[in-house]
């Protein structure tokens, strides 16, 4: 079976106009994490899904979650991802937004591709587009966050379920879907993707402020830096005092004129509330709703160690 990579090579060989492919191949080649290509595998590996009809799957999901990358920078503005220039700095927003758009297309044909039960591939298909429809609705939220004063923690765990959790509920639920498993299976992998998202993603709020650079791969403060309302900062608004809060509220109302000053200033009253250790209960609650959601799966044990093993790792992951 081909890897990942090779796969890529081949979906996007001698593919033209130039300017429009060479950014899909771009980012698609960088390395980055494999997570999303990596729970569509583990799922079918666990009910013995056939290898060369799963690699379509889980290569349709990877180019959906860098097509959200492509569209977020440019909404985002990021220069760096991967410590790369971001396709529209390279090109520029217009070729990033058509490369982007082909993705989502590619995407479709790969998992056209497959081979087996025309229902379970239409099914594998509902999931892609709700998924696709879930993460945009998830981004538009978080942009409107962007001129809100505060938002509620509800609220935000909402925005990062479908922006986020989604995709990795999906990824397991379409493996699990190709390899043939049963209904209440099928739930379990979904429920273990949302709480799988929703824990990865507030470890990530959390290892902006808190991970070592160095093992981290950029600078930490990004999210303070760019006032962003993440579990982390919207935690401390809620266990600060008065005084907290309006130093918290000034310092996210603005653009810093010294970063280093003011992510000193933020973390300090993080500290102060003692928000690194609540985030991380809420991590280890996610992460026992995801055992929990495991032990729902019906496969062997030995065929369940390779996703607790993934899900108890990301309680203690630096980057």
């Known amino acids: 079976m081909n890897?990942?990579?090779?796969?890529?090579?081949e979906i996007l060989q001698n593919k033209e106009p130039k300017n429009l492919y060479d950014p899909i191949a771009y980012i698609l080649m960088q390395s980055g994490k494999r997570l999303r290509p990596k729970l569509v595998n583990i799922a079918a590996d666990m009910f013995n899904g056939d290898p060369e009809q799963v690699q379509h799957i889980a290569a349709a999901f990877e180019m959906l979650h860098n097509f959200t990358l492509i569209h977020d920078d440019i909404m985002d503005k990021a220069e760096m991802r991967r410590g790369l220039p971001t396709v529209y700095k390279k090109w520029n927003s217009n070729i990033a937004i058509l490369s982007g758009d082909t993705l989502v297309a590619?995407?479709?044909?790969?998992?056209?591709?497959?081979?087996?039960?025309?229902k379970t591939i239409i099914d594998i298909t509902d999931i892609f587009a709700r998924i696709g429809q879930e993460i945009c609705e998830g981004q538009q939220y978080d942009l409107d966050f962007e001129t809100m004063e505060t938002v509620p923690l509800e609220q935000y765990i909402e925005?990062?379920?479908?922006?986020?959790?989604?995709?990795f509920a999906g990824c397991l639920k379409s493996g699990g879907q190709i390899a043939g498993a049963d209904?209440?299976?099928?739930?379990?992998?979904y429920d273990l993707g949302i709480h799988l998202g929703l824990a990865?993603?507030?470890?990530?709020?959390?290892?902006?402020?808190?991970?070592d650079t160095e093992t981290f791969g950029k600078a930490v403060g990004g999210d303070i830096k760019d006032n962003k309302k993440t579990f982390v900062y919207?935690?401390?608004l809620e266990l600060a005092n008065e005084q907290q809060k309006q130093q918290l509220k000034q310092l996210f109302s603005e653009p810093a004129t010294d970063e280093k000053a003011k992510y000193n200033q933020v973390r300090a009253i993080f500290d102060a509330v003692n928000v690194r250790e609540v985030t991380e209960k809420e991590i280890a609650r996610y992460t026992q709703l995801c055992l929990e959601d495991i032990r729902r799966i019906h496969?062997?044990?030995d065929k369940k160690k390779e996703i607790t093993a993934l899900v108890q790792n990301l309680q203690s992951r630096e980057k």
């Open 200 to 211: 990865f993603q507030l470890a990530d709020d959390l290892l902006d402020v808190y991970a």
């Open 106 to 118: 590619i995407a479709l044909l790969e998992i056209l591709k497959v081979k087996g039960d025309p």
């Open 234 to 236: 919207l935690k401390a």
């Open 299 to 301: 496969t062997d044990e």
């Open 159 to 167: 925005m990062i379920r479908l922006k986020t959790a989604v995709m």
């Open 183 to 189: 209904p209440e299976s099928l739930q379990a992998l």
């Open 3 to 9: 890897t990942i990579e090779q796969q890529f090579q």
